[in-house]
């Protein structure tokens, strides 16, 4: 299955459920603080094109995507992965290729930044659209859930308006990177496919993602403690404008 040998961060569980190849076992156990989602083609690794990485001689890390994850995991956040791999449902790679290629992304990642990791991977199969596959939110639904994570408290980095309109869909804040599809070639077309209101930055890559999660996130606590000192009650503190 998905699950078989992968070699997931400590306290993993393999096999929680159909499309969720990994979870910490401190997923269920208490809400995380913030938790940062992860697209994987073009985001992490290089967009080699369709049908995505089908051989693992194709992938290959973007710059800055191992060292960027493990600032994450430095900051305490929970960090997780959340891919289409339509490739599996079109019968061009198996389960277990996909595998393989999973656990080669953590091992690459881990040897750029020892501290590198994922707490779980969320992978859709399907061929033709469903209820978890992006641009629907489902996937994205199930790691808030997992983690006990409000929709203020995660984000979605990704470099496709599929990725941007899962997040507005989920409710989250949108990282667009300009690796893979990228916003400066499809930016453009934002305004149209998302929904008024959706927050999404556009930035460099992941690495400038992960700088502007960690200091908005910053941002956030030194507003709700400033607040607190100041006796207010119920005033939600919220990232700076124009965080990206």
């Known amino acids: 299955g998905l699950g078989s040998g992968l070699g997931f961060g400590p306290g993993l569980m393999l ?9 910490s076992a401190s997923a269920s156990a ?33 710059p800055g995507a191992a060292v960027a994850v493990g600032e994450l995991k430095r900051a305490g956040c929970a960090v997780a992965l959340v891919t289409n791999q339509s490739c599996v449902g079109k019968g061009l790679l198996s389960e ?11 091992n690459l990642m881990r040897d750029g930044d020892a501290d590198a990791e994922l707490d779980a991977v969320y992978v859709c199969l399907d061929a033709g659209p469903s209820a978890r596959k992006k641009p629907a939110p489902g996937m994205l639904l199930e790691a808030l859930r997992d983690f006990g994570a409000g929709a203020g408290a ?11 309109c899962a997040a ?29 209101g959706a927050d999404v930055r ?27 000192a100041a006796g207010e009650v119920g005033v939600e503190a919220r990232p700076p404008a124009g965080g990206a």
């Open 30 to 62: 208490s809400p995380h603080e913030r938790l940062v989602l992860l697209d994987r083609d073009g985001t992490l690794n290089v967009d080699v094109g369709a049908p995505g990485v089908t051989d693992l001689a194709q992938l290959e890390l973007i």
């Open 15 to 23: 096999g929680l459920r159909p499309g969720v190849i990994a979870a």
């Open 96 to 106: 277990e290729g996909l595998a393989a290629v999973h656990e080669k992304l953590i």
């Open 154 to 164: 995660a984000c979605y980095v990704g470099d496709t308006l599929t990725d941007m």
């Open 168 to 196: 507005a869909a989920a409710g989250v804040t949108g990282y667009m990177v300009d690796t893979g599809y990228g916003w400066r070639s499809h930016g453009a077309e934002l305004g149209a496919r998302l929904p008024p």
């Open 202 to 228: 556009c930035v460099e890559d992941v690495a400038d993602a992960v700088r502007c999660i960690l200091r908005d996130g910053g941002a956030v606590k030194a507003q709700a403690a400033a607040a607190a």
